[in-house]
């Protein structure tokens, strides 16, 4: 492991960016300190956004707030832009501040292309801020991996749910989604 690696913090990256040094159509996050370059969307990944916020517009309405590609600030030297966030609502829309751990109730990745490191490294960035529910919509395996009771070390509870199961978020009980209805046709 290298030791010599100087980190950026969140507030840095945000001067970075207002000082023009990201191209204004790069696709970046800040994840343990690194910039990180996003995948470029594909339709699969984009028509499971456009479906789930849809659903998730329609069956939670005026309870949350749901942020599309929008930052979370987990820590001092993370703020990934997590496909969706479902949040607590806020009077002023976050104009003052990205939403943190505290104010989401649900981070959803939609993945095509970024399975591997939406569950290596964002669902462990996501666990040690105390994000207290993570999905991962898999839209090439048709499947869902749901991610509770968060630690410093990671998820402790994960469970990799098929097309056919209905799930509700942990702060929702009474929302119940089929994975099929996030996934679409074939």
């Not at 105390?130 to 991610?147: A, H, P, Q, T």
């Amino acid at each position: 492991m290298l030791t010599n690696i100087r980190l950026i913090n969140v507030e840095e990256y945000h001067k970075m960016a207002e000082m023009g040094i990201f191209h204004p159509e790069e696709r970046l996050e800040l994840i343990a300190g690194q910039i990180i370059k996003m995948s470029a969307k594909g339709t699969a990944q984009e028509s499971a956004i456009t479906r789930t916020e849809r659903l998730l517009r329609q069956r939670l309405a005026d309870k949350v707030l749901l942020r599309i590609q929008s930052p979370v600030q987990l820590d001092d030297y993370s703020e990934p832009e997590p496909d969706i966030s479902v949040v607590k609502p806020n009077p002023l829309d976050y104009e003052d501040h990205h939403p943190n751990a505290s104010e989401v109730f649900l981070v959803i990745e939609i993945a095509d292309s970024s399975l591997k490191y939406d569950r290596e490294v964002k669902a462990i960035a996501y666990a040690k801020s105390g994000i207290i529910e993570y999905w991962i919509l898999d839209v090439n395996g048709r499947k869902l991996y749901m991610y509770r009771l968060p630690s410093p070390d990671g998820y402790h509870s994960e469970s990799i749910l098929a097309e056919d199961v209905t799930i509700s978020p942990l702060a929702f009980g009474d929302c119940a989604i089929r994975v099929r209805e996030l996934l679409g046709k074939i």
